[in-house]
């Protein structure tokens, strides 16, 4: 598979992990756009931690990303360590998807 197959991939598994997270840390009143924001920052993760080329070990530079697309969530929601943990977390993975599984 190419990186951005695999990153698609990634992405819609992480961002429906995070929704599953979403409904299991609130209570069930949470609406529509509380969830969209969940899935498209973790399907963001997900697609840029396996296609982007930096200059660093592809598990560092999916931390990096992980970091940098989950801090304005953590900031806004005033929930650093979970949003920040699990875009480590994401991160981490997608950086070693896509290292493990994509050919250039």
Do not use: E
Request: glycine letters at 14%.
């Amino acid at each position: 598979m190419n990186r951005v197959t695999v990153g698609v991939i990634c992405g819609v598994i992480f961002g429906l992990a995070d929704i599953i997270m979403t409904l299991m840390g609130h209570p069930p009143d949470r609406n529509a756009s509380m969830l969209l924001q969940a899935f498209t920052s973790r399907f963001a993760i997900g697609l840029l931690s396996t296609t982007v080329s930096l200059p660093l070990h592809p598990v560092l530079s999916g931390v990096i990303v992980g970091i940098l697309i989950s801090l304005p969530d953590s900031i806004g929601l005033h929930t650093y360590a979970g949003v920040l943990g699990t875009g480590v977390v994401f991160g981490a993975l997608g950086g070693w998807t896509g290292k493990a599984l994509a050919k250039s």
